[in-house]
């Protein structure tokens, strides 16, 4: 399974596909429609899904895009501290074989929410009442426009060095208003010392762009060290 870099998404916005995942979606779509299905058939099957990929089901936000940013905004405002997950197939097939992931999607401090299209569609077959897609990508780009407007501080970690040097451009040249605090590529040795120095610098938003799920593993392992911020892997 293959994915553009985050960062490289927002640098060539508008001309290319975020994410090439329909094997990723495929798997798991037949995964959960064959207990879906089976559910119906006997018992042992329900307890299944209730005990297994159920579970993540009940910790994902459900809410609207608007709404959910509305939450964001709250958080940056009064300086709280806000970890968002951007789940899709991927990280949930994840969770079943990695139990710190696991634990990242059930901790009711985070903040889970449905980027694929193939996680919504499940969603829906169990009667969950979702009600829209929100992209990592839709995120992020409401979070430098916020950090625009706010003049926020902000901390980029993750690609490579190539990427991470256009991307400083890019913000520069778009988001001027941003205080960018600092940035470091992805291909650092001691990936939790770099933390160290973000926690130093105090930012107001932290993303990273590793891939799922080193990315979100950084920011769990990380987080409590900070006092406030938005926090998220794209």
Known sequence: ITAIDGFQYLINLGKAT????????????????????????DNTNAKLLDNDLKKYFENIYK????????????????????????????TLMNAERDSVVSDILLDKNNYVVSDGIGLIKVLKKFNYDIKERITGVDL?????ITANQ???????FGATEEVRIKLLDKVNVDYPNINVVGSCNGYVEDKNKVF???????PDIVLLAMGIPMQE??????????????????
Do not use: C, H, W
Not at 78 to 88: E, G, P, Q, S
Not at 224 to 231: A, E, L, T, V
């Open 63 to 90: 809410g609207s895009y608007k709404d959910f940013y509305k939450i964001v905004l709250n958080s940056i405002n009064n300086k709280k501290k806000m970890f968002i997950v951007t789940a899709n197939p991927s």
């Open 140 to 144: 992020v780009n409401d979070l430098l």
């Open 18 to 41: 975020p994410y090439t995942q329909e094997a990723t979606i495929a798997l798991f779509e037949v995964r959960l429609l064959q207990l879906y299905q089976q559910q119906t058939i």
């Open 217 to 234: 593993k950084l920011i769990y392992d990380n987080i409590d060290k900070f006092d406030k911020g938005i926090f998220m892997g794209i």
């Open 196 to 202: 160290e120095e973000i926690v130093k610098l105090k």
């Open 150 to 156: 706010k003049k926020l501080k902000v901390y980029f």
